[in-house]
């Protein structure tokens, strides 16, 4: 800035003396004495190193308690951490118990005297995917010979259990493969249809294979999925779900392969 600090060496006029400071020799003895003891070829580390300690030992005297407060707290943690715990296996507990209850939901179409549909669909299945599924199943249709503009497919519903917390053991599937019959024998006599086409996921295995096994000759057939039924006197044919096609296409040749018994059945009907 171009200025000049002047530092005068005489008293000014007007201006005030300091004040005098007196120290307490006494005081300053100990110091003196402790700097005497010093070696003089002391490093610079050492005083360092000392100040350092001082303070650790300071710090752990004068906070002692604060310690005791962060060995606590691990504690606290750690029980929460069990409460977490315990909270998680209890849901898994309940999810696991759910995940075994059998569920399913089927949707029943008449298409004409000669074939029925059930499908099995998803528990929670959105708007759009049921438009997509019944798109699927017009053209399935369309591949096996019917007309399927024609045809006006109203919707019945099947859902298992049918009353909420009616089974929850190992006796589930018994019961839900003996509602699902009885449901079939039902309809085939009202409607009189010749064929049930069953787009199965978790019905697979309570209608695959004929329904008496007591034949000896007829073991061989058991795991067939086109087969003769005594109980409601018409052909069930079982196939992959329309849902799991759409899911994933390359399902679909493998589908297209299973219904070629009940193709010819209906071109010979017709």
């Known amino acids: 800035m171009g200025l000049d600090v002047y530092y005068p060496r005489v008293n000014l006029s007007g201006a005030k003396m300091s004040p005098a400071y007196e120290f307490n020799r006494e005081v300053a003895l100990p110091a003196e004495e402790n700097s005497t003891k010093e070696?003089?070829?002391?490093?610079?580390?050492?005083?360092?190193?000392?100040?350092?300690?001082?303070?650790?030992?300071?710090?752990?005297?004068?906070?002692?308690?604060?310690?005791?407060?962060?060995?606590?707290a691990p504690q606290?943690?750690?029980?929460?951490?069990?409460?977490?715990?315990?909270?998680?296996v209890t849901k898994s507990d309940s999810n696991t118990d759910e995940a075994n209850e059998l569920r399913f939901a089927l949707r029943y179409y008449k298409v004409s005297d000669s074939l029925a549909v059930l499908d099995e669909y998803p528990l929670q299945q959105s708007s759009d995917a049921a438009q997509e599924s019944m798109s699927l199943l017009k053209n399935?249709?369309?591949?096996?010979?019917?007309?399927?503009?024609?045809?006006?497919?109203?919707?019945?519903?099947?859902?298992?259990?049918?009353?909420?917390?009616?089974?929850?053991?190992?006796?589930?599937?018994?019961?839900?493969?003996?509602?699902l019959q009885g449901f079939i024998v039902g309809r085939q006599q009202q409607d009189g249809f010749q064929n049930l086409l069953v787009f199965a996921g978790l019905v697979d295995d309570l209608l695959v294979g004929p329904d008496d096994d007591s034949?000896?000759?007829?073991?061989?057939?058991?795991?067939?999925?086109?087969?003769?039924?005594?109980?409601?006197?018409?052909?069930?044919?079982?196939?992959?779900?329309?849902?799991?096609?759409?899911?994933?296409?390359?399902?679909?040749?493998?589908?297209?392969q299973q219904l070629q018994a009940l193709r010819a059945r209906l071109q010979a009907n017709q």
């Open 76 to 88: 606290v943690a750690e029980k929460k951490a069990v409460t977490q715990e315990q909270t998680l």
């Open 215 to 256: 034949d000896k000759d007829k073991k061989e057939e058991r795991d067939k999925r086109d087969y003769r039924s005594k109980n409601s006197d018409c052909f069930i044919s079982l196939t992959h779900s329309l849902q799991s096609m759409l899911s994933f296409p390359q399902l679909k040749k493998d589908v297209w």
């Open 39 to 72: 070696a003089p070829n002391t490093s610079r580390q050492r005083p360092t190193a000392e100040k350092l300690a001082a303070s650790v030992q300071l710090l752990d005297d004068s906070n002692s308690k604060p310690a005791a407060k962060k060995t606590s």
């Open 140 to 179: 399935i249709l369309r591949a096996l010979g019917l007309n399927s503009e024609k045809v006006q497919l109203k919707q019945e519903s099947f859902n298992w259990p049918l009353v909420e917390g009616l089974t929850s053991n190992a006796g589930d599937a018994v019961a839900a493969k003996q509602a």
